[in-house]
């Protein structure tokens, strides 16, 4: 069992806009603007779509976007395209032992 | 450009050892904090560990699943940071990741947003 929990599927059809959650505690997404989403195809590394809760890296499309409301972050992806089709993790500080935890992970079916 | 490189992977025994090995190239290592990220097979991600740089002490955190059985350690001399396992268990069985956190501005997210990953190399244990 994760330590985040994220919803194991969402679907969409191309130009629709789809939203993950992924929900934590008050000891982790709710304390800290430390969280960060992922995207992974098969058979490859992981690919870091967002950090701080909203920002993007350098690279990454704007049609990515996160947010965060208590204990619970979030994943918008915007005109939805066929190859946003992965595995969509996200994580979060928690300045603990463990000092990282992830989601289970979501899989994105663009139909 | 970023690189890094994992080897050391291998099927080992319950109870066996193992050493992982993250080559990294293309930026100033010795400044950097490493961390290494599990995946089992079908399975989501996992932090194992961070160990900071020496100038900050060369300190390691670990997840509570390896805590006491894992090791990271670095050599800046040699541009590596390695994972020793011991006392291996059938859930250690996973790809392992070496990560590097993302660096903007003057501020490097070492534990919290992970921009740079290696291939992964495969631990298998099993009898």
């Known amino acids: 069992q994760s330590a985040l929990t994220q919803p194991a599927s969402v679907s969409g059809s191309p130009g629709q806009s789809i939203t993950i959650s992924c929900t934590g505690t008050?000891?982790?997404?709710?304390?800290?603007?430390?969280v960060s989403w992922y995207q992974q195809h098969p058979g490859k590394a992981p690919k870091l779509m967002t950090y701080?809760?909203?920002n993007r890296p350098s690279g990454v499309s704007n049609r990515f976007s996160g947010s965060k409301s208590g204990n619970t972050a979030s994943l918008t992806i915007s005109g939805l395209q066929a190859e946003d089709e992965a595995d969509y993790y996200c994580?979060?500080?928690?300045?603990?032992?463990?000092?990282?935890?992830f989601g289970g992970g979501t899989k994105l079916t663009v139909l | 450009e970023v690189q890094l490189v994992e080897s050391g992977g291998n099927l080992v025994k319950p109870g066996g050892s193992l050493r992982l090995s993250c080559a990294a190239s293309?930026?100033?290592?010795?400044?950097?904090?490493m961390t290494w990220v599990r995946q089992a097979p079908g399975k989501g991600l996992e932090w194992v560990g961070r160990?900071?740089?020496?100038?900050?002490?060369?300190?390691?955190d670990y997840g509570a699943p390896v805590k006491g059985r894992f090791t990271i350690s670095r050599d800046d001399s040699r541009n590596t940071v390695y994972l020793q396992m011991n006392s291996l268990q059938i859930e250690d069985t996973a790809l392992y990741y070496c990560?590097?956190?993302?660096?903007?501005?003057?501020?490097?997210?070492?534990?919290?947003?992970?921009?740079?990953w290696g291939q992964g190399t495969v631990v298998t244990v099993s009898s």
């Open positions: 008050s000891s982790d997404i709710g304390t800290y603007n430390y």
């Open positions: 160990i900071k740089s020496r100038t900050e002490g060369a300190t390691a």
């Open positions: 293309g930026f100033t290592f010795s400044n950097a904090w």
């Open positions: 701080e809760v909203s």
């Open positions: 990560t590097l956190g993302l660096c903007i501005a003057s501020k490097c997210h070492y534990d919290d947003a992970f921009d740079f």
């Open positions: 994580s979060s500080y928690t300045g603990r032992n463990t000092l990282v935890v």
